[in-house]
């Protein structure tokens, strides 16, 4: 069974901090990596995307991917109160007819002004 | 910017009924997925489909599920005979490759 954890949360940080969000998962051929950000009631918009080793930036986002301790993690720099939402981590899993997205259950993130 | 569109917004309907849900995926893409989320629980895979065929479904993808591209630009989800488990958000997203998806805003389903 393919399995996405991740810390329920919630996390809580005040306005101006650095939000960790991390995500393990279980499957070692995994291919790709997302980030997505829910909104209570709205469907998964996409944040970033990772696929090799080390870090990837993109504005006051930074992934992060470890293949070998099968890690994945989400750095929310200035976190903003519009910031809080959802945060699900989705893992590509790739076979020769197609994808499929495994997500996490997610974590709650909550930026306090 | 092109985005998915999906129809209804909400959908209620009886048990044992069959209900249609529509989705639009953006105009170059070529895969196109269904996904649902029961409430508070986490995104799960239903199905894709490429090349006018399903390519991968879940086990929760049974004979009650089916999928159709019945023109050039609509994707459909039916189930024949819904149960009240079957009440959910039910996601469409599509990809240009086997690579990134982009999610419509869903329809929910409510099954009285």
């Known amino acids: 069974q393919k399995e996405v954890e991740q810390n329920s949360g919630p996390l809580s940080v005040p306005e101006g901090a650095i939000a960790s969000l991390n995500c393990t998962y279980s499957d070692r051929v995994s291919q790709s990596f997302f980030w997505y950000r829910q909104y209570s009631g709205k469907s998964p918009e996409l944040i970033m995307s990772?696929?090799?080793?080390g870090d990837k930036e993109d504005g006051r986002f930074t992934a992060q991917l470890n293949k070998a301790s099968q890690y994945v993690s989400l750095l929310i720099r200035d976190s903003q109160p519009s910031d809080s939402a959802t945060y699900l981590c989705a893992v590509n899993i790739l076979n020769q007819a197609g994808t499929a997205l495994i997500f996490g259950k997610g974590t709650t993130l909550s930026v306090s002004s | 910017e092109p985005e998915v569109t999906q129809t209804p917004s909400h959908q209620v309907t009886q048990m044992g009924q069959e209900v249609i849900l529509r989705c639009v995926p953006i105009s170059n893409h070529l895969y196109f997925y269904w996904y649902r989320q029961i409430l508070g629980q986490k995104v799960e895979f239903l199905v894709s489909?490429?090349?006018?065929?399903?390519?991968?479904k879940s086990e929760i993808f049974d004979d009650q599920f089916s999928v159709e591209r019945p023109d050039g630009s609509n994707f459909t989800l039916k189930i024949r005979s819904t149960k009240l488990e079957d009440s959910a958000m039910y996601f469409c997203?599509?990809?240009?490759?086997?690579?990134?998806?982009?999610f419509g805003p869903g329809t929910r389903l409510t099954v009285l």
């Open positions: 997203a599509s990809s240009v490759s086997t690579d990134t998806q982009y």
């Open positions: 489909f490429y090349n006018n065929e399903i390519s991968e």
């Open positions: 990772i696929y090799s080793n």
